[in-house]
């Protein structure tokens, strides 16, 4: 497999992970504005909503190798002469999903101890 199909690969991963984050941010946002009458409550709700959607995220990522490539999104945004050879796929795919699961799981978690720390600090304040 050359270099711009891996590069694809990370960049199809990438996308379609963002794209599933950026929906489930968008929901958890709803949710904190929905309770922006009580900002600690919000700041909380967010805070434990994004550690929720980190440890799936982990979870995701354990699973990664194992589930089928044909399955993913990274397949199917591939064109048929990018894919590479069946056993290839599974492993390149496996391993570029399961990176990219645990980098925006550590994102998510991040939002979560931001959320919760400024809930915290809220508290003490206020």
């Known amino acids: 497999m050359d270099d711009k199909i891996a590069e694809r690969i990370e960049l199809f991963a990438n996308l379609s992970v963002a794209r599933g984050c950026g929906f489930a941010a968008l929901a958890i946002l709803t949710v904190a504005l929905g309770l922006s ?6 700041l909380q709700s967010a ?6 959607m980190s ?4 979870l995701k990522a354990s ?3 194992t589930r089928s490539y044909k399955r993913t999104e990274v397949w199917i945004m591939l064109e048929p002469q990018e894919r590479p050879s069946p056993i290839f796929a599974q492993v390149a795919i ?4 399961r990176r ?3 980098k925006f799981a550590r994102l998510a978690a991040m ?4 959320c919760l720390a400024l809930a915290i600090i809220h508290s003490v304040m206020g």
Do not use: D, N, Q
């Open 37 to 42: 009458a009580t900002p600690i409550v919000s």
């Open 47 to 52: 805070g434990y909503l994004f550690l929720l």
């Open 55 to 58: 440890i799936i995220l982990l």
């Open 63 to 65: 699973l990664a190798g």
């Open 94 to 97: 496996g391993e570029v999903l």
């Open 100 to 102: 990219t699961y645990l």
């Open 111 to 114: 939002f979560s101890v931001l």
